[in-house]
T-cell receptor, first 115, second 116 residues
Framework: ETGVTQSPTHLIKTRGQQVTLRCSSQ?????VSWYQQALGQGPQFIFQ???????GRGNFPPRFSGLQFPNYSSELNVNALELDDSALYLC??????????????FGPGTRLTVT | AQKITQTQPGMFVQEKEAVTLDCTYDTSDQSYGLFWYKQPSSGEMIFLIY??????QNATEGRYSLNFQKARKSANLVISASQLGDSAMYFCAMRELGVYDNDMRFGAGTRLTVKP
């Protein structure tokens, strides 16, 4: 176990609705990254938060937003849900960045279905 | 542009035999890291092995080894003595150092099935 937890495990939403996914990082990890993994594909980088500020973003529209809190928890918010947002959402926490070798510890993911 | 390429959608291996999962990557950075992750059906990504671009020796972690050929930009994962529990999706990933050195890019994955 990585010590990274995510909630909820599964979620079903309707197109146009808004959703909030939650992640609790390992204690001491001040960096959290979020990924979207569509069925049959590899994870795609959404964004990263470092010390409560966004610190890099992938090719995702502004309706994907996030928050990071001082207690090592974070949120991914998605507005105006679309059918293509159906995916497994993974968060990964890590120690302060240094060289490229720092390891990311992934949570079990939240499976979001948009109908 | 595709940064990580895994050309084997699925692979089969007999229990106790070795298997190689292919990965090629594309980068103009001199400093980067290469990772392999295992993803069982439960969904959690499990870190297996890491290779730095400046590492001269191939990385090894127990039954996992990484065949790093820098000039060819390949980073193949070798699993020795396959076990039934090795059946899973395997992803190759890369992180480049740069302004956004946090962006870990993943390949499409290889589904490994270990036969008894």
């Amino acid at each position: 176990e990585t010590g990274v937890t995510q909630s909820p495990t599964h979620l079903i939403k309707t197109r146009g609705q808004q959703v909030t996914l939650r992640c609790s990082s390992q204690s001491g990890h001040n960096t959290v990254s979020w990924y979207q993994q569509a069925l049959g594909q590899g994870p795609q980088f959404i964004f990263q938060y470092y010390r409560e500020e966004e610190n890099g973003r992938g090719n995702f529209p502004p309706r994907f937003s996030g928050l990071q809190f001082p207690n090592y928890s974070s949120e991914l918010n998605v507005n105006a849900l679309e059918l293509d947002d159906s995916a497994l959402y993974l968060c990964a926490s890590s120690l302060p960045r240094g060289d490229s070798s720092y390891e990311q510890y992934f949570g079990p993911g939240t499976r979001l279905t948009v109908t | 542009a595709q940064k990580i390429t895994q050309t084997q959608p699925g692979m089969f291996v007999q229990e106790k035999e070795a298997v190689t999962l292919d990965c090629t990557y594309d980068t103009s950075d001199q400093s980067y890291g290469l990772f392999w992750y295992k993803q069982p059906s439960s969904g959690e990504m499990i870190f297996l092995i890491y290779q730095g671009s400046y590492d001269e020796q191939n990385a090894t972690e127990g039954r996992y080894s990484l065949n790093f050929q820098k000039a060819r930009k390949s980073a193949n994962l070798v699993i020795s003595a396959s076990q039934l529990g090795d059946s899973a999706m395997y992803f190759c990933a890369m992180r480049e150092l740069g302004v956004y050195d946090n962006d870990m890019r993943f390949g499409a994955g290889t589904r490994l099935t270990v036969k008894p």
